[in-house]
């Protein structure tokens, strides 16, 4: 069945990069997405990235696709204090394109 | 913008009650899907959409129904409510492939 994995914590000091990371189970999935949950807030998209893609970049974003070992990573340059939030890594599958999300990871920024 | 309007934010039922989760899109999306999120668990699938009329069992289905008879609205059924269905319930729609929207989320409680 499918599933996506990602550890549950990460605490970073400010101005570091943060490497936030996911593995997946479905090798057909066509899309993954990293989305952003801020405190009291719903679900945002921070990027995305096709499956036939390696690498995307996005500002202070970079996307790693690892398709071989199923891993994606999400890396975040300057790490501020507004990045704290829980970044949940999703992905597209099955023949209806469900969509199926990680546990999300919390990352926290300390001075 | 593309609103996804949650019902409620807030909601207290009691045990055995038949609560209803209401949540509309205005994008003419074809997908609409309910999750419910829970500390170090993060979104799990409840329904899924991909049609009016249609659904999808996803993940945690037990004790949930849906219903979809307007393409800009899907309604999560909890047809006797428990305690252990307390939860943060979110509604997100997408276009096939594309960037899923997330309404504002419900925070239920079943005392």
């Known amino acids: 069945g499918e599933d996506v994995e990602q550890s549950l914590f990460l605490s970073v000091r400010e101005g570091d990069s943060s490497v936030i990371n996911c593995t997946y189970t479905?090798?057909?999935?066509?899309?993954l997405y990293w989305y952003k949950q801020e405190p009291g807030a719903g679900l945002q998209l921070l990027t995305y990235?096709?499956?036939?893609?390696d690498m995307k970049q996005d500002q202070r974003l970079t996307v790693l696709l690892n398709k071989k070992d199923k891993h994606l990573s999400l890396r975040i340059a300057d790490t501020q204090t507004g990045d704290s939030a829980i970044y949940f890594c999703?992905?597209?599958?099955?023949?209806?394109?469900?969509?199926?999300f990680g546990a999300g990871t919390r990352l926290a920024v300390h001075p | 913008d593309v609103k996804v309007t949650q019902s409620s934010r807030y909601l207290v039922k009691r045990t055995g009650e038949k609560v209803f989760l209401e949540c509309v899109q205005d994008?003419?999306?074809?997908?609409m899907f309910w999750y419910r999120q829970d500390p170090g668990l993060g979104l799990r699938l409840i329904y899924f959409?991909?049609?009016?009329?249609?659904?999808e069992k996803g993940d945690i289905p037990e004790g949930y129904s849906v219903s979809r008879e307007k393409k800009e609205r899907f309604s999560l059924i909890l047809e006797s409510a428990s305690t252990n269905q307390t939860s943060m319930y979110l509604c997100?729609?997408?276009?096939?492939?594309?960037?899923?929207?997330f309404g504002q989320g419900t925070r239920l409680t079943v005392v």
């Open positions: 990235i096709f499956s036939n893609m």
């Open positions: 994008m003419d999306h074809e997908n």
């Open positions: 479905d090798s057909s999935s066509t899309y």
């Open positions: 959409s991909y049609d009016v009329k249609m659904k």
């Open positions: 997100a729609s997408s276009l096939r492939n594309v960037e899923a929207f």
């Open positions: 999703a992905e597209i599958t099955g023949g209806y394109n469900k969509l199926i």
